[in-house]
């Protein structure tokens, strides 16, 4: 078995080779070929769909719940701000720029680190998969959703994403809904009572207003809120509809088709989702993960950015080196003594776990 420093000094330089490779979401090929390297490497088998690549521990037991590792090698597009080379894995005063380092790129290598320090363990409890996902920035059909018909039925999951290596026990969920507000087209001139815009502006006021009673401990309420607006061409003609993008986060006190249901209820207009398979997730206070967080002196918080969590049935833990303020910044970069103190902190997290 390689020492952590060893596993740690490995992963650092598949990060810098990740950084240097352009890894767009849907465009994954190439960062891909480098997980499939680095598996090759470790001398271990792994299955490939598309740009998701899974792993299995090496004494796998059908008998045995399966516990998921998970982080994503998919990348936003840099924005405009940067003053360094966005793909040029660059070290300064302990930090390591590029884009991806933080998000996710130093969870994942944290993550498959620490899958090869337990690959060969024999007589764990549980089952070991780790999933290096694709299209998780896009939310797309071709990331982690589409692989898990492959796997095993998962009993908990550590999902990769930067969180200071605190314990994310919930994340909200996500729901987009076109609204679409119609009524009846004329000319500016003329008298209208059926004026699609002005019957429009009392559906943003509920939107605006109206409060779901549930409110979740880690995540406090529901959040809903109007964020497009589109509505005629001319300026004689009274447009025939008024459009509307709502963005709605989710508590994990509600599923997405219940607040569906209740935006249906109470505004006039035809309601149209976009997806509702980003739900909410979390993960019990009392869970042998959390616990084994919580004795290393890690604290507990409620998430309100969506990850692959979102597409997960199980019980799911966010956790990673890294910080999600830096994460679709200009001149992202994640410490250097963050990876290996996060190497160092999932082994412990899940060796404890694992010894319950």
């Known amino acids: ?38 598996f090759v490497v470790n001398e271990i088998p792994f299955e490939r769909e598309n740009n998701n690549i899974w792993a299995y521990n090496l004494h796998f037991d059908k008998s045995k719940p399966t516990l998921l590792l998970n982080s994503h090698h998919d990348t936003v597009r840099p924005n405009q701000a940067y003053t360094k080379d966005p793909f040029k894995a660059i070290v300064e005063d302990g930090k390591l720029y590029g884009l991806g380092s933080n998000d996710a790129g130093g969870c994942l290598v944290s993550l498959l680190a620490t899958f090869v320090h337990f690959y060969a363990s024999e007589n764990l409890p549980y089952n070991i998969v780790i999933v290096a996902s694709a299209e998780e920035e896009s939310s797309g059909k071709k990331g982690l959703n589409s692989v898990l018909k492959s796997l095993p039925e998962l009993e908990c999951a550590i999902v990769g994403e930067p969180t200071l290596m605190q314990l994310a ?46 409110v979740s401990e880690q995540l406090g309420p529901v959040k809903m809120t109007v964020t497009q607006i589109n509505a005629g061409k001319q300026h004689n003609v009274v447009p025939s509809e008024c459009d509307l993008v709502v963005d709605i986060r989710v508590n994990d006190c509600y599923t997405n088709q219940e607040i569906l249901q209740t935006v249906k209820e109470n505004v006039a207009a035809e309601v149209t989702p976009r997806s509702m398979n980003l739900s909410a997730s979390s993960i019990p206070a009392t869970h042998g993960l959390v616990q084994a967080g919580i004795a290393l002196g890690r604290t507990t918080y409620g998430s309100p950015t969506l990850s692959d969590q979102s597409v997960l049935s199980c019980k799911s833990l966010k956790l990673g080196p890294g910080d999600t303020l830096r994460s679709h910044s200009a001149d992202e970069f994640i410490y250097l003594n963050e990876i290996e103190e996060g190497i160092q902190l999932y082994i412990k997290i899940l060796g404890d776990f694992l010894k319950q």
């Open 1 to 38: 078995m390689k020492n952590i420093e060893t596993l740690t000094q490995e992963a650092i330089a598949l990060l810098k080779n990740l950084i240097e490779t352009p890894s767009f979401s849907s465009e994954e090929e190439q960062t891909a070929a480098l997980i499939e390297k680095w």
């Open 169 to 214: 026990i919930a994340e909200k969920g996500l729901l987009v809904l076109d609204v679409k507000i119609k009524g009846t087209p004329s000319h500016a001139a003329h008298q209208n009572d059926d004026n699609a815009i002005y019957k429009t502006i009392p559906v943003m006021e509920w939107f605006k207003n109206y409060n779901y009673e549930k």
